[in-house]
C-alpha cells in the first residue's frame, strides 16, 4: 500500500479485533464494498496482549463469531487467549475479510457527503464507518493522592504479564473486576499480595460462566426491544465470575479484599486510620476506557465520554455506527458471542443508507 494514497470505498471499519471482524462478515454479507484499517501488526486484536493465564469465562462454543463455531482447546474447557488469537486469525482469512495492518486511524472527518478517514498510511473516504477500536489501548487510572510520589512500580493491567515477575516480592492488586481477581488468583501463590476493593467483592455464583451473562443479557436486549422494564445489564449479577483459579485462591483463603486506601505514600500506601503497607509494585486493575480520540473531529461526544447512539448507530451522524466498547452499543456487544447481532444491525443499516 503506497505511503499517501487516497481510496474510495463504501464502509471502511477502524480495528480489527473481533467487533471489526463479526462488521467484516455481516458487511460482505449485505454485498458492501469495505475495509478493515487495524493498528496492530498481528491478527487476535487486544487478546494478543493479555496476560499469560488468561482463560475465557465461556466454554468454546460459547465465544464464537458469526459464522463459525470457536473449536473447542483440547484440555481445556474456558479457553486460553492465545486459543482465541488462533480463532480470530483463521476467521478473518477463511472469509478473506479486507484487512490493512499496521494502519493508525489518526482521525474521522467530515467531506462533503463521505466522511474521510485520515491514517498513518494513507486516506481513505468512504460512505459510512463503523468504529470498532475497543478499550485496551485506553486503560483507566483513578486520581489518587499522591500517585507519583510511590517510589517502587506501577503499572496497569494491560502491562501485566506473569506471576514470575512478581515473585518473592510485595504486590498490590486494586479493583474489584475480574481483571483484578484474576491476576491477584495469579500472584497469591509466590508474592506477598495485597487485594484493595473499593467495595466488598461481589462474585458471582460459582455455577455461573460466560453461559449464563450471555443469556441474561439476551433477555434484557429482548426486554429493551419490546418495551418491557430492563433488567439491569449483567452487572446486576455481580462482578467476578468466579473462573476455576479465582475460585480455587478464594477457598483457600488467598483472597482477602482490603478496602481501598486513600494516598500512596514513597513506599506503598496508606489507609483512613494510618495503616500502611509497603509495597514494591502496584497493579492497578482499574478498567478502561472507549478508545474514540480518533472520532474527536466529528464533535460528537455526550457527557459520559459516549457518543451518544440508538443501538450502534450515532444519533448525530447516521453515517457512524460504534461496535464493541460496552453495553452502550448493544447489550454485551464486548463480548464474543455478543458482538455479532449488533454488527449484523449495523451492516443492514450502512446498506439501507446507501442503497
Ligand atoms: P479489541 O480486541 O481491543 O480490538 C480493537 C482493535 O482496534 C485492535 O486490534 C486495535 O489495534 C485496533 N485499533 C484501536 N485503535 C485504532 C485506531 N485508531 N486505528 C486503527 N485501529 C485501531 N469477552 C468474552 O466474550 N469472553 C471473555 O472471557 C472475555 N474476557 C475478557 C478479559 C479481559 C481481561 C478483558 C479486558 C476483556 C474480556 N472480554 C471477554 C471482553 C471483550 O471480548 C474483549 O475486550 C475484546 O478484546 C473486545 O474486542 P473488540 O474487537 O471490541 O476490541
Given at each position: 500500500m503506497p505511503q499517501h494514497h487516497t481510496a474510495d470505498t463504501e464502509v471502511v471499519v477502524i480495528g480489527g479485533g473481533q467487533a471489526g471482524l463479526a462488521a467484516g462478515y455481516h458487511l460482505r454479507r449485505a454485498g458492501l464494498d469495505f475495509v478493515i484499517l487495524d493498528a496492530d501488526t498481528a491478527p487476535g486484536g487486544a487478546w494478543q496482549h493479555t496476560w499469560d493465564s488468561l482463560h475465557l469465562f465461556s466454554p468454546a462454543a460459547y465465544s464464537s463469531l458469526p459464522g463459525r463455531l470457536m473449536p473447542p482447546q483440547p484440555g481445556e474447557t474456558y479457553p486460553d487467549a492465545a486459543h482465541v488469537v488462533a480463532y480470530l486469525t483463521d476467521y478473518e482469512q477463511r472469509y478473506d475479510l479486507p484487512v490493512h495492518r499496521p494502519v493508525r486511524v489518526a482521525g474521522v472527518h467530515r467531506d462533503g457527503a463521505r466522511l474521510r478517514v485520515e491514517t498513518d498510511s494513507g486516506t481513505w473516504r468512504a460512505r459510512a464507518v463503523i468504529s470498532a477500536t475497543g478499550?485496551?489501548?485506553?486503560?483507566?487510572?483513578?486520581?489518587?493522592?499522591?500517585?507519583?510520589?510511590?517510589?517502587?512500580?506501577?503499572?496497569?493491567?494491560?502491562?501485566?504479564?506473569?506471576?514470575?515477575?512478581?515473585?518473592?516480592?510485595?504486590?498490590?492488586?486494586?479493583?474489584?473486576?475480574?481483571?483484578?481477581?484474576?491476576?491477584?488468583?495469579?500472584?497469591?501463590?509466590?508474592?506477598?499480595?495485597?487485594?484493595?476493593?473499593?467495595?466488598?467483592?461481589?462474585?458471582?455464583?460459582?455455577?455461573?460462566?460466560?453461559?449464563?451473562?450471555?443469556?441474561?443479557?439476551?433477555?434484557?436486549?429482548?426486554?429493551?426491544?419490546?418495551?418491557?422494564?430492563?433488567?439491569?445489564?449483567?452487572?446486576?449479577?455481580?462482578?467476578?465470575?468466579?473462573?476455576?483459579?479465582?475460585?480455587?485462591?478464594?477457598?483457600?483463603?488467598?483472597?482477602?479484599?482490603?478496602?481501598?486506601?486513600?494516598?500512596?505514600?514513597?513506599?506503598?500506601?496508606?489507609?483512613?486510620?494510618?495503616?500502611?503497607?509497603?509495597?514494591?509494585?502496584?497493579?492497578?486493575?482499574?478498567?478502561?476506557?472507549?478508545?474514540?480520540?480518533?472520532?474527536?473531529?466529528?464533535?460528537?461526544?455526550?457527557?459520559r465520554g459516549h457518543i451518544p447512539t440508538a443501538g450502534t448507530q450515532a444519533l448525530a451522524d447516521p453515517r457512524l455506527h460504534l461496535l464493541g466498547y460496552g453495553d452502550w452499543t448493544g447489550p454485551a456487544s464486548a463480548t464474543l458471542i455478543g458482538v455479532g447481532r449488533p454488527a449484523r444491525d449495523a451492516a443492514l443499516a450502512i446498506a439501507e443508507l446507501l442503497h
Open positions: 478499550t485496551w489501548s485506553r486503560p483507566f487510572i483513578p486520581a489518587i493522592p499522591c500517585r507519583h510520589g510511590f517510589q517502587g512500580t506501577q503499572l496497569h493491567t494491560v502491562e501485566y504479564e506473569r506471576p514470575s515477575d512478581f515473585a518473592g516480592r510485595q504486590v498490590i492488586v486494586v479493583g474489584g473486576g475480574n481483571s483484578a481477581a484474576q491476576i491477584a488468583a495469579d500472584l497469591a501463590y509466590d508474592s506477598d499480595l495485597t487485594w484493595v476493593t473499593l467495595r466488598e467483592p461481589r462474585y458471582l455464583a460459582d455455577d455461573i460462566d460466560g453461559r449464563a451473562l450471555f443469556d441474561h443479557a439476551t433477555a434484557r436486549r429482548k426486554a429493551l426491544d419490546e418495551g418491557r422494564t430492563d433488567n439491569g445489564g449483567v452487572a446486576s449479577l455481580g462482578d467476578i465470575v468466579a473462573v476455576p483459579p479465582v475460585r480455587t485462591a478464594r477457598d483457600t483463603g488467598l483472597l482477602k479484599p482490603q478496602p481501598l486506601f486513600t494516598r500512596l505514600t514513597a513506599t506503598g500506601v496508606e489507609w483512613p486510620d494510618g495503616t500502611t503497607a509497603d509495597a514494591d509494585a502496584i497493579i492497578w486493575c482499574t478498567g478502561f476506557r472507549p478508545a474514540l480520540s480518533h472520532l474527536a473531529p466529528l464533535g460528537l461526544r455526550g457527557p
